[in-house]
């Protein structure tokens, strides 16, 4: 069984590949981003080492669907809710040494080699 293969086991209570990526790419390229890394002087964000704290904190995401984005070509682009890929993060940070969870709201970094995610909050337009 390949990686991928477990991460879409683990999260086979609401997984989706992505037939057509364009509007998963258009909403991460909305992000500070360049060369495939995220600029994260430009945006809000927070460590955390416990994803319980993720759970807690970003409790109004949990039905909402997030984009996960390997930097693996063997990996499709597909989608989740927060609450599995949190309690799954390892299954999902072990597609690639890069890999970006977010939707419109946030995005998320697993920063390899440690456990901490890296989420940034986008800022809310006035």
Avoid: Q
């Amino acid at each position: 069984m390949t990686l991928f293969e477990e991460c879409k086991e683990a999260l086979r209570d609401d997984f989706s590949i992505l037939d057509d990526d364009h509007k998963a790419i258009k909403i991460l390229n909305s992000f500070p981003i360049h060369s495939n890394y995220i600029i994260w002087s430009e945006i809000k964000y927070k460590d955390y080492d416990h994803m319980e704290d993720i759970i807690s904190e970003l409790s109004v995401l949990h039905s909402k669907s997030l984009y996960v984005i390997a930097d693996n070509y063997d990996v499709p682009v597909f989608k989740s809710n927060l609450k599995l890929i949190i309690e799954n993060v390892d299954d999902v940070s072990a597609l690639s040494p890069k890999v970006f969870i977010f939707n419109e709201e946030v995005i998320i970094e697993p920063l390899f080699p440690s456990y901490t995610l890296r989420v940034g909050l986008k800022p809310r337009s006035t």
